[in-house]
């Protein structure tokens, strides 16, 4: 039995298979409500997050959770840039506010570590987190389409999102898309098989018929990209790349807001110097002033925070500053301009690290699948936003990259004595 159709035999209306024996059933219930809820709200999960971290901390063994870290090295990762940006909060030039928050932002660091810990073999807590990912990105989706026949403000105007921002919910109904594909072809039921089809096609369609969010539309190929990469080879890999480009075309030749997006974003590319402000030239602009900071202080950067003060010294027109300021559109950029070139590099070593755990896994071909594909999102994300930085994508990127890492723990490191026993 693969993993994912593990995960859907708890959905045939038998909730005791949702939830562990007791004393861990609350702690399943309370992972359940916190992938629930994250997707759905930007502060709603933080009480079942709560609730989590204490009920795993009450039936944890701390012994074990030490030897899992030191036979993990993917965890290192995470907290050694964690450990860079805390070592590095004292010197910088920014205001206390501003590192807090860089404190408490990359703080979920931190936090998938320990998701990981909690859900490192343990399957029903896994089977628990994708499940409810999966029914709130159900949810996200038909609603998306629900507006069409009932419009409603709360439901948001068209192209917008349902719940948050549109990039968000388009990043995660992109990944969304893969697993309702991977459930719909493992699924031993009819009904099952035609249930999560329909659900794939919806939620496909609402990004590139109903969304304006480009940096959605991009991922939304780019994780299919990446299934056609991992799974495909040979001849089968050339009529995957050629499906793609083609069903690109067709979206691209049907969808209003797709072409009109996309051609904006070709106006606004060649409009660059002239309008520096654009949403690409923005960018642009960030990806020529930013190396300047980084080349001033290349090893460790100008400490945490810094970015939004000192980047003024680096701009060609000082002036422009509050324009800039907030973050370079590049993950990258953003930790070598404050943490140098060290923590460039832990950052880069982690996203490396998910996609060499996906492929050396040998976990089910679903797991895997999903673990490959959220690498690759975060890595063309990370060239063109701050997706550590922004709120909503570092819940959706930090708690995933716990779930699917549990997911594939490779052999080498996954001793049963060492095993978390939250």
Request: hydrophobic share 50%; net charge positive; charged share 15%.
């Amino acid at each position: 039995m693969s993993d994912l159709t593990a995960v859907e035999n708890s959905w045939g209306g038998r909730l005791k298979r949702l939830c562990a024996p007791a004393p861990d059933q609350g702690l399943v219930v309370a992972l359940f409500a916190l992938y629930f809820l994250f997707p759905l709200s930007k502060t709603l999960h933080n009480l079942p997050l709560l609730v989590v971290i204490v009920m795993a901390f009450v039936y944890a063994q701390p012994a074990s959770w030490w030897g899992t870290i030191r036979a993990t090295p993917m965890l290192w990762l995470p907290l050694g840039l964690y450990a860079l940006i805390v070592i590095n909060t004292p010197a910088s030039p920014a205001e206390a506010d501003a590192s807090l928050e860089h404190l408490r932002k990359y703080g979920r660091l931190v936090v998938m570590v320990l998701l990981f810990l909690i859900l490192v073999n343990q399957p029903k807590r896994q089977r628990a987190a994708l499940n409810a990912f999966s029914l709130a990105m159900a949810v996200t989706v038909c609603l998306t389409w629900v507006r069409i026949f009932w419009p409603h403000p709360r439901l948001g105007g068209d192209g917008q999102a349902i719940f948050g921002d549109y990039i968000t919910q388009n990043i995660m109904v992109a990944f969304f898309t893969l697993v309702a594909f991977l459930r719909a072809r493992e699924s031993q039921q009819k009904g099952w098989r035609i249930a999560w089809s329909l659900l794939m096609v919806l939620a496909i369609t609402s990004i590139t018929h109903q969304s304006i969010g480009r940096t959605g539309q991009v991922l939304l190929f780019v994780a299919w990209g990446s299934y056609v990469v991992f799974v495909m080879r040979g001849m089968r890999l050339a009529l995957g790349v050629m499906f793609l480009v083609l069903a690109a075309a067709i979206a691209y030749s049907s969808s209003d807001f797709l072409r009109g997006r996309f051609q904006q974003a070709v106006i606004e590319a060649k409009n660059a110097e002239a309008d520096p402000a654009s949403s690409i030239g923005h960018r642009l602009h960030n990806y020529k002033t930013t190396p300047r900071m980084i080349a001033d202080k290349p090893l460790l950067g100008h400490g945490t925070a810094a970015f939004h003060k000192e980047i003024c010294r680096f701009l060609d027109k000082p002036e422009t500053c509050p324009v800039y300021e907030r973050h370079p559109h590049n993950q990258f950029l953003f930790f070598a301009a404050d943490h140098g070139l060290l923590g460039a590099g832990l950052y880069l070593a982690f996203v490396v690290g998910l996609f060499v755990t996906a492929i050396r896994s040998q976990s089910g071909l679903s797991a895997r699948v999903l673990l490959f594909a959220l690498a690759t999102l975060l890595l063309i994300n990370s060239l063109i936003n701050s997706p550590l930085y922004s709120s909503r994508e570092s819940q959706f990127f930090t708690f995933m990259a716990a779930l699917l890492l549990a997911m594939n723990r490779i052999p080498s490191d996954r001793p049963e004595h060492l095993a978390a026993k939250a």
